[in-house]
């Protein structure tokens, strides 16, 4: 079945700055790629995604690539804020009704 | 966007009691609905697939005997901890998708945090 991998665990920038967060997954067959923003006691909160279709897509400050070669993608923070702090999963899945596979999570500080 | 709740939002129990768990769709009908489970500090592990009208498909590890799913209609799905166990206490999320809605989003409900005593 799917593994999605993350890294880094943890991650502190200074407030301003921007996050990078990275993910691998192993079933080439997946197609659809979530990213989600938990914050304590809370539902997962779809922050942006993106289709095997689409090298990339933006929404404001937050970006996401993909290499369906490499079987990467990233998630990108530009001009962090406070309430950027949270913990973050990225989840790969194969189709629409399929389930969700999430990895570990990033624990995103931004600091003053 | 589609609504999904979940009650109780948090439950206290005793070691070997059973507590139920319930996940509806408010605003469209989910053939399909995922449970999972979530540790402190760690991420959401996909427990099972509920499924409306059939039996569930659990994760490898997980026992179906233990954690009972019934998705009887096409709006809830209930999850059942049998005989609980102060290792089960853990923070229980449901989600499904709209399936009337092109995207491939899934909504989640809000959880239910479970504390075995």
């Known amino acids: 079945g799917e593994n999605v991998e993350q890294h880094p665990s943890t991650l502190s920038v200074q407030e301003g700055d921007s996050a990078v967060i990275k993910c691998t997954y192993s079933?080439?067959?997946?197609?659809?790629f979530p990213w989600y923003k938990q914050e304590l006691g809370k539902r997962p909160q779809l922050i942006i995604d993106?289709?095997?279709?689409?090298g990339e897509k933006k929404d404001q400050r937050i970006a996401v690539t993909l290499n369906k070669t490499a079987k990467h993608f990233s998630l990108h923070i530009t001009e962090t804020q406070p309430e950027d702090s949270a913990v973050y999963f990225c989840?790969?899945?194969?189709?629409?009704?399929?389930?969700?596979?999430f990895g570990k999570g990033t624990r995103l500080h931004i600091l003053p | 966007g589609a609504v999904v709740s979940q009650h109780p939002s948090w439950v206290i129990c005793k070691s070997g009691t059973s507590v139920k768990i319930e996940c509806r769709s408010l605003?469209?009908?989910?053939?399909?609905m995922f449970w999972y489970r979530q540790f402190p500090k760690q991420s959401l592990m996909l427990m099972a697939t509920?499924?409306?009208?059939?039996?569930?498909?659990?994760e490898q590890g997980v026992e179906k005997d233990k954690f009972l799913i019934n998705h009887a209609s096409l709006t809830l799905s209930t999850l059942t901890v049998t005989s609980a166990h102060p290792e089960d206490s853990s923070f229980y999320i449901c989600?499904?998708?709209?399936?009337?809605?092109?995207?491939?989003?899934?909504?989640f409900g809000p959880g239910t945090r479970l504390t075995v005593t």
């Open positions: 993106i289709r095997s279709n689409v």
């Open positions: 605003d469209f009908q989910a053939t399909t």
């Open positions: 989840a790969a899945t194969l189709n629409r009704d399929d389930k969700i596979i």
């Open positions: 509920s499924n409306e009208g059939s039996k569930a498909t659990y």
């Open positions: 079933d080439s067959a997946s197609n659809y």
């Open positions: 989600s499904a998708r709209d399936p009337g809605l092109w995207s491939y989003e899934q909504y």
